[in-house]
């Protein structure tokens, strides 16, 4: 492969690669290991293995590209972006290699995620700290982080006043007693908390 021209784009820090032949594609230095990209310029001359390596960064950048679309649209997990991409019938490590990237750059991030998830499924739902953490992790969110945001989330909101709610709300459904308290520590409350809030 013989390099026509090479510029870098609008997007940071990504370049635009006319080859000799074939169409033109887009690299990032950081999918680059055995390619020396400060010497790439037009007129380059490119061994088999270092075009090889070339091609795979420019499929990189099509998973990029890819996972940043989605990330316009919402907060994504790590995991949910993967199994989203894999849909896409994108080879998992040009995934790992992408997401790597922008979890480095900050566009990526299952801190962020979790903290919007958990405000979201707050709105609708009441649900105490086990329940949430399970929730997260099923979601692919470490445990560490998934009971970081939790705790973070319950120094702003009671959870006993969450129990409370979600006490109301089991009622209206017809439960109590025994079924009450079944429903209540399913959601994530603790038998001691029931108890408590149902002896007020």
């Known amino acids: 492969m013989i390099i026509k021209s090479i510029y870098e784009t609008s997007y940071p820090k990504m370049y635009k690669v006319q080859p000799d ?24 001359v490119l061994s088999d293995e270092e075009a090889a390596e070339l091609l795979d ?76 953490i399970n929730e997260l992790m099923s979601r692919g969110i470490s445990k560490e982080v998934s009971a970081a945001v939790v705790d973070e989330f ?7 006043e969450i129990c409370r709610k979600a006490i109301e709300k089991q009622k209206k459904r017809g439960k109590e007693d025994e079924k009450l308290i079944a429903a209540l520590i399913s959601k994530g409350f603790t038998y001691k908390m029931i108890k408590e809030i149902l002896s007020e």
Do not use: M, P
């Open 21 to 44: 032949s074939g169409s033109a594609f887009f690299i990032r230095q950081d999918y680059l290991v055995k390619v020396d990209f400060e010497n790439l310029e037009a007129g380059t």
């Open 57 to 132: 960064a420019a499929i990189a950048c099509v998973v990029e590209l890819k996972a940043v679309e989605y990330l316009a649209r919402c907060e994504q997990s790590r995991f949910g972006l993967t199994q989203k991409l894999i849909k896409k019938e994108f080879e998992k490590k040009y995934i790992d290699q992408a997401l790597t990237y922008l979890e480095k750059a900050g566009y990526l991030s299952d801190l962020r995620f979790s903290r919007a998830w958990l405000h979201s499924r707050a709105l609708n739902h009441y649900e105490g700290k086990s329940r949430l």
């Open 154 to 160: 319950f120094l702003e909101n009671d959870e006993y």
